[in-house]
Structures are given as structure tokens and as C-alpha cells.
T-cell receptor
């Protein structure tokens, strides 16, 4: 079983729509969780950390469900510039990041 | 200027050649990492270093070696390149201190082995 699993998508949504997707992780001892954004052929960039109580950053909302071992990302009022691959990242220990393969989102005009 | 700089950005070479990918950072972070990314797979850790002279294997270190020449520099070598090492390679850094800090990535090196 992979440490981090994501639906690869693609999620094709019109501008202004809401899109949400999850990722599941296998290590119940994981302590930290992140969402990274990766544009085609570019480096991953930190989008937001995911906190136990859930957190928002503008149009982006992240949730953590430790009991079911998944995290989610919701994007409201989608913009064309939100088109990217979103990487779910889990820290099973102090140094290691485990990356999901990514969920591709395409926002169309 | 980029905080984490990788050179070269692109490289095409032949099977059996020795290749070095270089990474330098101006973030002042102690921890540095090398990953490879393949289509349909998440980033996989090759090697990591917590400080100068500290080298640790990641999950896919076979066929690779690294050198941490200074706090700011971490290079990855392929001693005898093979086609299945064709991939996108990323260097990353993170600070020591609070655990589980997010990592900051360089622009990547696209490597093709013919």
C-alpha cells in the first residue's frame, strides 16, 4: 500500500466553481501535513499546512481527519490560475516527507 | 534570485556517463534533500543531509551518491547513468528546529539518459 494516495483526476471545473479532493495516508503516527502546488514542469511550492482543526487561506480550505486518515483540500471560486497539480504531503517522522502522486485540477473559462 | 538553485536545468547524456547535479541554497537551512519525480509517482527521496558531513540514504539511493561540500551545497552524482534514471530531479531544503518543517524546492533538473 502506498504511504500517500491521491485521486489523480483530472478535475475539470468551470471558473467560479468549487472543487474538492482528498488524499489518504497509511501511517497513523504522521504528525504534519501539507498541500503543495506544482505547475507543469515546475518545482513543488508549499500551498498550505494542514492543521488538526482545519484551516483556511483565502479561497483554500484544508481539513484533516485523523480517525479516517485523510486530508482534504477545497478550492472555492476557482480561478484559471488555480489549474495545477496539487500534491498531498505527509510527514511520518521528523525528516521525511511522503508525497502523493498529485491531483490535477483544470479550471476552464 | 532563487533561494535554491539547481544546475544544470536540463541535461541529455548517454548510458554509462558520470553525471553530477548541483544544488546551492541561500536560505541558511541545515537540511538538504535530493528527490526524483517520475510520471504518475510521487517525489521519492534519494538522499538527505542534516548537516555538513552528515549523509543518509533515502528510499531509492542505489545508483546514486551525494556530497555535502558546505552548508549551502549538496551535489548528486550518477556514477554510471542508466536509462531508468531519466527523471525530473529536485533539490530541497528545510530548517532544523521545530519538527516537520515544510521543504523548499529548487527549480528542478530534467535529466534524460539515452
Amino acid at each position: 500500500r502506498k504511504e500517500v494516495e491521491q485521486d489523480p483526476g483530472p478535475f475539470n471545473v468551470p471558473e467560479g466553481a468549487t472543487v474538492a479532493f482528498n488524499c489518504t495516508y497509511s501511517n497513523s503516527a504522521s504528525q504534519s501535513f501539507f498541500w503543495y502546488r506544482q505547475d507543469c514542469r515546475k518545482e513543488p511550492k508549499l500551498l498550505m499546512s494542514v492543521y488538526s482543526s482545519g484551516n483556511e487561506d483565502g479561497r483554500f480550505t484544508a481539513q484533516l481527519n485523523r480517525a479516517s486518515q485523510y486530508i482534504s483540500l477545497l478550492i472555492r471560486d476557482s480561478k484559471l490560475s488555480d489549474s495545477a497539480t496539487y500534491l498531498c504531503v505527509v510527514c511520518p517522522n521528523d525528516y521525511k516527507l511522503s508525497f502523493g502522486a498529485g491531483t490535477t485540477v483544470t479550471v476552464r473559462a | 534570485d532563487a533561494d535554491v538553485t539547481q544546475t544544470p536545468r536540463n541535461r541529455i547524456t548517454k548510458t554509462g556517463k558520470r553525471i553530477m547535479l548541483e544544488c546551492s541554497q541561500t536560505k541558511g537551512h541545515d537540511r538538504m534533500y535530493w528527490y526524483r519525480q517520475d510520471p504518475g509517482l510521487g517525489l521519492r527521496l534519494i538522499y538527505y543531509s542534516f548537516d555538513v558531513k552528515d549523509i543518509n540514504k533515502g528510499e531509492i539511493s542505489d545508483g546514486y551518491s551525494v556530497s555535502r561540500q558546505a552548508q549551502a551545497k549538496f551535489s548528486l552524482s550518477l556514477e554510471s547513468a542508466i536509462p531508468n534514471q531519466t527523471a525530473l530531479y529536485f533539490c530541497a531544503t528545510s530548517p532544523t528546529g521545530a519538527p516537520n518543517q515544510p521543504q523548499h524546492f529548487g527549480d528542478g533538473t530534467r535529466l534524460s539518459i539515452l
